[in-house]
Nanobody, 125 residues
Framework: QVQLVESGGGLVQSGGSLRLSCAAS????????MGWYRRAPGKQRDLVATITSGGTITYADSVKGRFTISRDNAKNTVYLQMNSLKPEDTAVYVCNADTVVAQTGYLSPYPSNYWGQGTQVTVAS
């Protein structure tokens, strides 16, 4: 099994910045793409940004130019630097990871997708 632990959420004024972190740990053989999604009250979960192990990045149009996703492959950690925050960015931000899970003995690794618990980001106007 793999666990994702997020940190860095909180309350910030409009125009402010926050940095989210998500660390993957456990029986990791390899971590492929990692990403951030968000779920605003009363809305569905939406993509914020993703990054592959090779560094290919995708952003939602609503965050382009304001948010930056990055990762440290050695630490199996993904970051989301959020600048120029707006009240409409208020949401629970959830980390996602496409992994290959290691198994003991002669069992082969297998792919699996994991979600974190989420961290609240609130932007006050």
């Amino acid at each position: 099994q793999v666990q994702l632990v997020e940190s860095g959420g909180g309350l910030v004024q409009s125009g402010g910045s926050l940095r989210l972190s998500c660390a993957a740990s456990g029986s990791i053989f390899r971590v492929n793409a990692m990403g951030w999604y968000r779920r605003a009250p009363g809305k569905q979960r939406d993509l914020v940004a993703t990054i592959t192990s090779g560094g290919t990045i995708t952003y939602a149009d609503s965050v382009k130019g304001r948010f930056t996703i990055s990762r440290d492959n050695a630490k199996n950690t993904v970051y989301l630097q959020m600048n120029s925050l707006k009240p409409e960015d208020t949401a629970v931000y959830v980390c996602n990871a496409d992994t290959v899970v290691a198994q003991t003995g002669y069992l082969s690794p297998y792919p699996s997708n994991y979600w974190g618990q989420g961290t609240q980001v609130t932007v006050a106007s």
